[in-house]
Protein backbone atom coordinates (compact mmCIF):
# COMPACT_ATOMS: atom_id res chain seq x y z
CA UNK A 1 0.00 0.00 0.00
CA UNK A 2 1.42 3.36 -1.17
CA UNK A 3 1.63 5.94 1.62
CA UNK A 4 1.63 9.74 1.41
CA UNK A 5 5.15 11.21 3.29
CA UNK A 6 2.75 13.52 4.90
CA UNK A 7 -0.01 15.89 4.50
CA UNK A 8 2.81 18.56 2.74
CA UNK A 9 3.37 15.77 0.27
CA UNK A 10 -0.30 15.18 -0.13
CA UNK A 11 -0.92 19.34 -0.69
CA UNK A 12 2.26 19.07 -2.98
CA UNK A 13 0.47 16.26 -5.24
CA UNK A 14 -2.53 17.47 -5.06
CA UNK A 15 -1.49 20.65 -6.12
CA UNK A 16 0.14 19.89 -9.00
CA UNK A 17 -3.25 18.26 -10.76
CA UNK A 18 -5.31 21.40 -9.86
CA UNK A 19 -2.44 23.79 -11.30
CA UNK A 20 -3.12 21.87 -15.13
CA UNK A 21 -6.76 22.67 -14.82
CA UNK A 22 -6.77 26.45 -14.89
CA UNK A 23 -9.77 27.15 -13.50
CA UNK A 24 -11.18 30.65 -13.34
CA UNK A 25 -10.89 32.88 -9.69
CA UNK A 26 -10.56 29.94 -7.75
CA UNK A 27 -10.98 30.45 -3.69
CA UNK A 28 -9.73 27.54 -1.81
CA UNK A 29 -11.63 26.74 1.59
CA UNK A 30 -10.10 24.15 4.22
CA UNK A 31 -11.19 21.92 6.68
CA UNK A 32 -9.49 22.53 9.85
CA UNK A 33 -7.13 21.30 11.25
CA UNK A 34 -5.79 18.50 9.14
CA UNK A 35 -7.12 20.36 5.75
CA UNK A 36 -5.43 23.43 6.30
CA UNK A 37 -1.33 22.23 5.50
CA UNK A 38 -3.02 20.47 2.86
CA UNK A 39 -4.69 23.19 1.08
CA UNK A 40 -1.62 25.75 2.12
CA UNK A 41 0.60 23.49 -1.29
CA UNK A 42 -2.74 24.20 -3.14
CA UNK A 43 -2.15 28.14 -2.28
CA UNK A 44 1.22 28.27 -3.44
CA UNK A 45 0.67 26.73 -6.39
CA UNK A 46 -2.59 28.55 -7.35
CA UNK A 47 -1.97 31.62 -5.92
CA UNK A 48 -5.39 31.91 -4.72
CA UNK A 49 -6.76 33.38 -1.51
CA UNK A 50 -7.31 30.61 1.46
CA UNK A 51 -10.34 30.40 3.83
CA UNK A 52 -12.08 27.66 6.29
CA UNK A 53 -15.34 25.34 7.04
CA UNK A 54 -15.72 25.32 10.44
CA UNK A 55 -17.19 21.95 10.39
CA UNK A 56 -17.25 19.31 13.75
CA UNK A 57 -17.79 15.58 13.56
CA UNK A 58 -20.95 14.12 15.20
CA UNK A 59 -19.75 10.61 16.52
CA UNK A 60 -21.86 8.22 17.77
CA UNK A 61 -22.67 7.23 21.14
CA UNK A 62 -19.51 4.99 22.54
CA UNK A 63 -17.54 5.06 19.33
CA UNK A 64 -17.02 8.73 18.66
CA UNK A 65 -14.59 8.34 15.89
CA UNK A 66 -17.78 6.91 13.80
CA UNK A 67 -19.55 9.88 12.28
CA UNK A 68 -23.26 10.23 12.89
CA UNK A 69 -23.58 13.41 11.65
CA UNK A 70 -21.56 16.58 10.72
CA UNK A 71 -22.79 20.34 11.41
CA UNK A 72 -21.98 23.07 10.12
CA UNK A 73 -21.74 26.61 11.70
CA UNK A 74 -23.09 29.77 10.17
CA UNK A 75 -26.33 31.90 11.12
CA UNK A 76 -28.04 28.56 9.74
CA UNK A 77 -25.92 25.24 11.08
CA UNK A 78 -26.22 22.98 8.45
CA UNK A 79 -26.49 19.09 9.93
CA UNK A 80 -26.32 16.49 7.49
CA UNK A 81 -26.81 13.21 9.30
CA UNK A 82 -25.88 9.76 8.01
CA UNK A 83 -29.32 7.81 7.82
CA UNK A 84 -27.87 4.42 8.17
CA UNK A 85 -25.58 4.99 11.32
CA UNK A 86 -28.35 6.93 12.77
CA UNK A 87 -30.18 4.19 12.29
CA UNK A 88 -28.42 1.54 13.34
CA UNK A 89 -27.81 3.38 16.90
CA UNK A 90 -31.42 4.18 17.34
CA UNK A 91 -30.61 8.16 17.24
CA UNK A 92 -33.85 10.57 16.29
CA UNK A 93 -33.02 14.30 14.65
CA UNK A 94 -34.13 15.36 17.99
CA UNK A 95 -31.01 13.56 19.27
CA UNK A 96 -28.59 14.36 17.00
CA UNK A 97 -29.43 18.10 17.04
CA UNK A 98 -28.89 17.90 20.59
CA UNK A 99 -25.42 16.51 19.92
CA UNK A 100 -24.73 19.18 17.86
CA UNK A 101 -24.65 21.71 20.71
CA UNK A 102 -21.55 21.14 21.90
CA UNK A 103 -20.19 20.55 18.64
CA UNK A 104 -21.68 24.65 17.68
CA UNK A 105 -20.09 25.69 20.79
CA UNK A 106 -16.31 24.40 19.82
CA UNK A 107 -16.78 25.92 16.56
CA UNK A 108 -17.32 29.11 17.63
CA UNK A 109 -14.63 29.05 19.86
CA UNK A 110 -12.01 27.55 16.89
CA UNK A 111 -13.44 30.41 14.35
CA UNK A 112 -12.41 33.01 17.62
CA UNK A 113 -8.58 31.63 17.18
CA UNK A 114 -8.63 30.78 13.76
CA UNK A 115 -10.31 34.34 12.30
CA UNK A 116 -10.23 36.27 14.71
CA UNK A 117 -9.82 40.00 13.10
CA UNK A 118 -10.03 37.93 9.37
CA UNK A 119 -12.65 38.57 7.18
CA UNK A 120 -14.32 35.95 5.29
CA UNK A 121 -13.33 35.28 1.28
CA UNK A 122 -16.35 35.81 -0.75
CA UNK A 123 -17.11 33.10 -2.51
CA UNK A 124 -20.59 33.80 -4.72
CA UNK A 125 -19.78 33.33 -8.16
CA UNK A 126 -16.15 31.95 -7.85
CA UNK A 127 -14.47 28.71 -8.36
CA UNK A 128 -14.25 26.96 -4.98
CA UNK A 129 -11.61 24.34 -4.11
CA UNK A 130 -12.81 22.69 -0.78
CA UNK A 131 -9.64 20.64 0.58
CA UNK A 132 -9.31 18.13 3.38
CA UNK A 133 -6.28 15.99 4.05
CA UNK A 134 -9.04 12.55 3.30
CA UNK A 135 -12.62 11.26 3.18
CA UNK A 136 -13.69 8.49 5.32
CA UNK A 137 -17.61 8.11 5.58
CA UNK A 138 -18.49 11.51 3.86
CA UNK A 139 -20.09 12.76 6.77
CA UNK A 140 -18.03 16.14 7.40
CA UNK A 141 -17.40 16.39 3.76
CA UNK A 142 -20.82 16.39 2.55
CA UNK A 143 -21.98 18.57 5.83
CA UNK A 144 -19.02 21.04 4.53
CA UNK A 145 -20.29 21.62 0.79
CA UNK A 146 -23.94 21.71 1.63
CA UNK A 147 -23.11 24.58 3.45
CA UNK A 148 -20.71 26.27 0.59
CA UNK A 149 -23.75 25.65 -2.16
CA UNK A 150 -25.50 27.79 -0.13
CA UNK A 151 -22.91 30.21 -0.90
CA UNK A 152 -23.39 30.33 -4.40
CA UNK A 153 -20.03 29.56 -6.36
CA UNK A 154 -19.70 29.24 -9.71
CA UNK A 155 -18.12 25.64 -9.48
CA UNK A 156 -17.83 23.67 -6.55
CA UNK A 157 -14.72 21.44 -6.72
CA UNK A 158 -14.02 18.98 -3.77
CA UNK A 159 -10.02 17.69 -3.78
CA UNK A 160 -8.67 15.23 -1.65
CA UNK A 161 -5.45 13.45 -1.48
CA UNK A 162 -7.25 10.07 -0.37
CA UNK A 163 -10.72 8.08 0.24
CA UNK A 164 -12.77 4.97 -0.08
CA UNK A 165 -13.75 4.39 -3.81
CA UNK A 166 -17.38 4.13 -3.24
CA UNK A 167 -17.63 7.46 -1.08
CA UNK A 168 -15.96 9.17 -4.14
CA UNK A 169 -18.53 8.07 -5.99
CA UNK A 170 -21.07 8.97 -3.86
CA UNK A 171 -19.34 12.77 -3.10
CA UNK A 172 -19.29 13.11 -7.33
CA UNK A 173 -23.20 14.36 -7.09
CA UNK A 174 -22.37 16.47 -4.40
CA UNK A 175 -19.87 18.75 -6.61
CA UNK A 176 -18.91 19.88 -9.94
CA UNK A 177 -15.72 18.33 -10.21
CA UNK A 178 -13.72 16.23 -7.88
CA UNK A 179 -10.28 15.03 -7.39
CA UNK A 180 -8.98 12.32 -5.40
CA UNK A 181 -5.48 10.87 -5.48
CA UNK A 182 -5.74 7.47 -4.05
CA UNK A 183 -8.67 5.34 -3.25
CA UNK A 184 -7.03 2.40 -1.51
CA UNK A 185 -8.97 -0.69 -0.74
CA UNK A 186 -9.29 -1.75 1.57
CA UNK A 187 -9.92 1.65 3.05
CA UNK A 188 -9.32 1.90 6.63
CA UNK A 189 -8.31 5.16 8.98
CA UNK A 190 -7.49 7.60 6.75
CA UNK A 191 -4.48 8.47 9.11
CA UNK A 192 -2.86 4.61 8.32
CA UNK A 193 -3.01 6.27 4.54
CA UNK A 194 -0.05 8.60 5.90
CA UNK A 195 3.40 7.51 6.75
CA UNK A 196 3.18 10.27 9.75
CA UNK A 197 -0.52 11.72 10.27
CA UNK A 198 0.69 13.36 13.38
CA UNK A 199 -2.29 15.90 14.84
CA UNK A 200 -2.39 19.31 13.37
CA UNK A 201 -2.65 22.22 16.38
CA UNK A 202 -4.34 25.49 16.26
CA UNK A 203 -1.18 27.36 16.48
CA UNK A 204 -0.39 26.23 12.98
CA UNK A 205 -3.22 26.50 11.29
CA UNK A 206 -3.37 30.54 12.72
CA UNK A 207 0.68 30.38 11.18
CA UNK A 208 -0.42 28.83 7.61
CA UNK A 209 -3.49 31.05 7.44
CA UNK A 210 -0.86 33.90 8.02
CA UNK A 211 1.43 32.65 5.44
CA UNK A 212 -1.56 32.42 2.85
CA UNK A 213 -2.10 36.05 3.35
CA UNK A 214 1.04 37.09 2.47
CA UNK A 215 1.36 34.66 -0.43
CA UNK A 216 -1.52 36.36 -2.64
CA UNK A 217 -0.87 40.29 -0.91
CA UNK A 218 -3.44 39.96 1.87
CA UNK A 219 -1.10 40.27 4.48
Do not use: W
Amino acid sequence: MSRFLNRTEAGKALAEVLAEKNYDDPVILALPRGGVPVAIEVVRALKAPLDLVMVRKIGAPGQQELAVAAVVNGDDPQIVVNESIAQAFGLTDEDIEKMSHSRLDEIRRRRGVYLSGRTQVPIKGRTVIVVDDGIATGATTRASLKAVRRREPAKLVLAVPVAPQDVVEEMRAEVDELICLSTPSPFQAIGLHYVDFGQTSDEEVVQLLDEAAELIGQG
